[in-house]
């Protein structure tokens, strides 16, 4: 059983705490297990993820001296390509092959290097709560203790070379502070019962609630409603369910700009994201799953307008599966399994939703979201899809017979809706 590291006071808090992790429950790691067993989809999924983690441990072990630099630098100047990093000091365009060095192109290659740590360091978090293999726990561990040791002597910093309260320390905007933040807690917390005592005091103290704090100075006293927004509190969220501290988890959901305004406020009736455009629609969702699967494996309830962003892409789905031009995301391929991962995690947890089983059965072999979450066999006919009036988002998606596919055979959107 998982134990909190940090004690409040709160018995309850702590019981249910020490019962699950922010990635997988005891009883879930064992399904995972066996599904690697036993299903050759799963199996391929855990092949390549552990090979892929093997592969990249030397270069991922490499924690930078100083945080990084803002993702929109690092492409060419004539071709819009991004870049490659070839060096710590030389960065090229794989079209034109035009060499940059200096700011911003070496900071940038940094936040890479960032986002690549944290996103190896759940990975190693998930493998480790699968396999017991202590390898992944070793790999964690080296990595939070490296920055343990280098987190101190980064500075806050903005996109602009300024030192904005919505800077970052590890990045250069508390947006991609999250992002990176989320990551690290779910491989901290799955292996914190690896750790000696000092070591989990060292983390938690030098990294993981310096930076919760600073997500918190991002939004105090904000009453925006954001996708930066719900990543900054959903990062808060797991710090707190990964170190056991309440006020934390309270603050993520009830806090001025926290993730129970966020979803009052920002998902439409039709369960549309109110930013009208489906590329912040999907973002959003993956800064929410996260803390609600955590809230969830702790017996914690998930709110039903979760459920409805979900729902809402397939209610606008046209012909040849694809979503109708919304906000600056413009007409996206959305066909049944699309969002996979997610899908397969969110028809788990709404189980007689058959449209999400649906849309999730049909999702690619060997990806993370059948290998973690199951594939419901007998799901792959998608239900025949009728005409639908989206009035929150201001959609009317007309749509008249099937195709073999699955996809409505004629469509037409009408698009009524405020501006987003």
């Not at 983390?203 to 927004?229: C, M, Q, Y």
């Not at 609600?292 to 892409?313: C, Q, T």
């Amino acid at each position: 059983m998982k134990r909190c590291v940090v004690l409040l006071g709160a018995a309850l808090f702590d019981a249910v705490c020490s019962a699950s992790g922010l990635l997988l429950t005891p009883e879930q790691s064992v399904a995972v297990a066996q599904r690697v067993r036993t299903e050759s989809d799963a199996h391929v999924w855990w092949t390549n993820l552990t090979a892929r983690l093997a592969t990249d441990r030397v270069e991922a072990s490499r924690v930078p001296l100083k945080g990084g630099q803002w993702w929109n630098y690092y492409f060419c100047k004539d071709c819009n390509r991004q870049l490659v990093t070839e060096s710590d000091a030389r960065h090229v365009c794989p079209k034109c092959a035009r060499a940059y060095s200096g700011w911003p192109y070496d900071d940038a290659a940094l936040l890479l290097r960032h986002m690549k740590l944290a996103s190896d360091v759940r990975d190693a978090g998930l493998a480790f709560l699968v396999s017991h293999d202590g390898r992944f726990a070793a790999y964690v561990r080296d990595v939070l203790l490296s920055y343990a040791e280098r987190y101190p002597k980064y500075e806050l910093h903005d996109n602009w070379k300024g030192k904005s309260h919505l800077g970052g320390i590890v990045t250069s905007q508390a947006l991609d502070d999250a992002t990176w933040l989320i990551g690290i807690a779910s491989g901290y917390d799955a292996v914190a019962d690896t750790l000696a005592t000092e070591e989990r005091e060292r983390i938690v103290g030098v990294v993981l609630r310096p930076e919760a704090e600073l997500l918190k100075g991002a939004d105090r006293g904000s009453t925006r409603v954001g996708n930066h927004e719900c990543w900054h509190a959903a990062a808060v969220g797991l710090v707190g369910y990964a170190t056991g501290d309440a006020a934390l988890v309270s603050h993520a959901e009830k806090s001025s700009a926290g993730l129970d305004f966020q979803l009052e406020k920002g998902v439409l009736a039709d369960g549309a994201w109110f930013e009208l455009a489906w590329g912040y629609h999907f973002y959003t969702i993956q800064a929410l799953m996260p803390f609600y699967r955590a809230k969830r494996n702790r017996g914690g309830n998930v709110p039903e307008a979760l459920h409805r962003m979900f729902r809402a892409p397939i209610a606008q789905v046209m012909s040849g599966w694809r979503l109708p031009a919304n906000g600056d995301t413009g007409a996206i391929p959305f066909a049944p399994g699309s969002y996979g991962d997610l899908y397969a995690e969110a028809a788990s947890w709404w189980t007689e939703d058959r449209a999400l089983a649906a849309w999730a059965a049909a999702a690619p072999k060997g990806t993370a979201g059948p290998a973690l979450w199951g594939r419901r066999t007998g799901m792959e006919r998608f239900p025949r899809l009728a005409s639908k009036c989206a009035e929150g988002s201001g959609v009317a998606a007309l749509r008249i017979g099937q195709m073999p596919d699955g996809s409505p055979r004629t469509s037409l959107a009408f698009d009524f809706g405020p501006h987003g």
